[in-house]
């Protein structure tokens, strides 16, 4: 599964990123984001970086059994420092359709387009 | 056809590529006219990137299943050998580590279980964890979770699920040897500890299945299977842990690369020379992965019997084979006659040994290993047998299953899950699952045709067809 998601500026890219693997699982709007967790990563290599912020996702997802509906990102320095927004998966309102087991390398790109916005891609393995 | 590469075809259910470019050896695909008509180029851009790695021996194989993946195409077969600089690859054995089938006689006719199906299905669905979010009731601490990594099966067995009987008819008795739970992370152990015996969601499940039709009476009477016999399959792997050191292997692999001088074409190619700290490392905690996926399927096994001594008391489940399909495993195969210690990755690739193969269960040695190949939950699964042809074609390989025709985007547009459900139950096969949206994503029109898969794996000689099976309960993910 291919996840892309645009921005004004990177951050804003990662930001959507994130809300497209929510969306892989389930509905983004039937989850609330009651509960915010911290994520950090760090790198030089801002793709690299890209599946980092997927993968540290991908495991509170599944260490909290949580699903996530806001995000907000911000880079300081080599630093990637992630706030994540969400809930207990709920599986009578949330039926979730897949588990996510990691983000890859593959078709791997966070750039910045000719019109000035950031595209930011990837694909997960469900 | 593919336009871009020049495929040679070499016999009805054989296509080569000759090596160009960075490629040290040939690509090599078994499938038939159809069946290479509808892969996309990009099985063939990753056989050939597959064929540039160090130290690969023969050819780089795809089996007729074959769809482009992280790296390295699913449905791939790749063998390296240690001494020539061969390497290791998180990719080319998957997130899912040792994902694979197991098959259950369970000594009873369709006739039996008709009258309790429903009741069947319900208390499987109920029994046996399955789903985004679903948690096992067995809780692991550090130590229980290293008995595991190392044990395996034989763990679970031990710890009393299942009977010591079972070992021998799972790959590696149960246990694979060179496991090294120190290698496995703080992180992978925590997103295990509560999904010991979890089916999992995506293309996983249980299915209660019948025998539909015997293509081979004399294999299936040594595999035990008679037509309308009740079987039962399970299809799930090595769960949070398994991808957990699939997702930090792979970038460990990426930012050695260089060190190692491997240039590679494909970030998801990274691999690790099999002779370094790396490639070991990865063995060991892959190793300790196989025997999560292998002690999984075991407590699984142990929840169905539970479920069917509590429906149907006559049942007597007995283990016809337990395959692997994501794994890189050390094997002894004969390359231009002189027999070689080869590191053979099979990525969405079943092995699929041989009569005569000294790794066989006295019971199967004769007859070759029985292959478990899955399909989609409203068509048919196979059985096939390891042919005496098969070490010279691929490493002893065969195809996994029958692959996706379309995305899960694209599947959720064209069916509703509840419409499935219904369309499934008129043919009388009752589906179980958490999700709908996932009954839709897996809906059996999203799936290539399993039966052409099957008969091309045959006719190229990879495996021999046994046996047919329908499904008639599906517990998914």
Redesign the interface.
Known sequence: ?GLRGYGATQAQAFEQVALALTA???DLHRVRSSQCVTIECEGEDRE?LL??WL?AL??EM??R?MLFSRFEVRFVDRRLLGKAWGEA?N?ERH?????V??????A?KVAQLANGEWLAQC?I?? | MSETYPLQRESEFSWRIEPTGKMRVPGIIYADEELIRAMDDKVFEQLCNVAGLPGIVQAAYAMPDAHWGYGFPIGGVAAFDADQGGVVSAGGVGFDISCGVRALRTGLTIDEIEPVKKQLADALFRQIPVGVGSTGRIHLNDKGMTAMLRGGARWAVEQGFGEMEDLQHIEEKGCMAGAVPDEVSARARKRQQDEMGTLGSGNHYLEVQRVAQIYDQRIATAFGLRENDVIVFIHCGSRGLGHQIGTEFLKYMVLAASQHGIELPDRELACAPINSELGQAYLGAMRAGINCALANRQIITHLTRQVFADVLPKADLTLLFDVSHNTCKVETHLVDGRKRKLYVHRKGATRAFGPGNPDLPETLRAIGQPVLIGGSMGTESHILAGSEKGTELSFNSACHGAGRAMSRHQATKLWKGRSVVDELADRGIIIRSPSMRGVAEEAPGAYKDVRAVVDAAEKAGLAHKVARVEPHVCIKG
């Open positions: 599964m892989t699982v389930t690299l599946v980092d993968n991908v495991f599944a260490t059994r998966i599986r039926s979730p359709a897949v588990e087991k990691g983000a890859t390398y593959t791997l694909v393995d469900v």
